[in-house]
């Protein structure tokens, strides 16, 4: 069973619109191609993105949404390309600064303040057994695996992992939700928030991402 100490802080709304030229929405939605998206998460000085969060039908005005409102599971499931990302304990609500220590038996986890831990980032300590982390974050409304820290069990010890405002966008016909990838061939977008809560892209009539200006926050109006 798992004993849960959280601390609850604001979060915030991120939303990036995504304006699809319309010569390009029947075509690709009748070869069954869907927007994907991904975030990225730094571990150490690495940043990773992995997981598939979302897999939308292509329209001509579409958003991705989500919150900055974490949980993280354990696991010791080994991983490959396409495999769908679950983890092995129920998740448990994160938030940054704190950290959350896996029981020695793999099957519960702790959450607590962690003065060691850096204001951005969140701790998993897993010292009595093999394990990997699943991020979750919710998008969408729904709380969705979002990053991975191994295609398999990592030795005892402990990692620091850092959410960041960085998230992947392109579209895909083979690529589902909760989908774990290590490599992208398709034509992807990076998109950068820097602190902003939203964002719009464009995708041109010559098949190229571009960038809107982007909208000014609450406080900038």
Known sequence: MFVVKVLHKPVTTHTVKIEVDPSWVSDFNKNGMKLCCAFFVRKGTQEYCNVVAGAFRVQQHMSITWVDKYAIAATKSNYKAKDKVAGGTTEVEISKGQSITVAPDGTAASVTPDNNVAKNAFRFIHTESPAAAVVYMTVADSQV?????????????????????????????????????????????????????????????????????????????
């Open 145 to 221: 695996p979002i990053y991975i820290t191994n295609t398999h069990p990592d030795h005892p010890g402990k990692q620091d992992l850092s959410p960041i405002e960085k998230i992947k966008i392109w579209f895909d016909d083979q690529m589902e939700a909760k989908d774990y990838f290590d490599d992208i061939s398709n034509l992807t977008h990076l998109v950068y928030m820097w602190s902003r809560e939203v964002y719009t892209v464009q995708y041109t009539p010559e098949g190229k991402w571009a960038f809107k200006k982007a909208e000014k926050t609450e406080k900038e109006k």
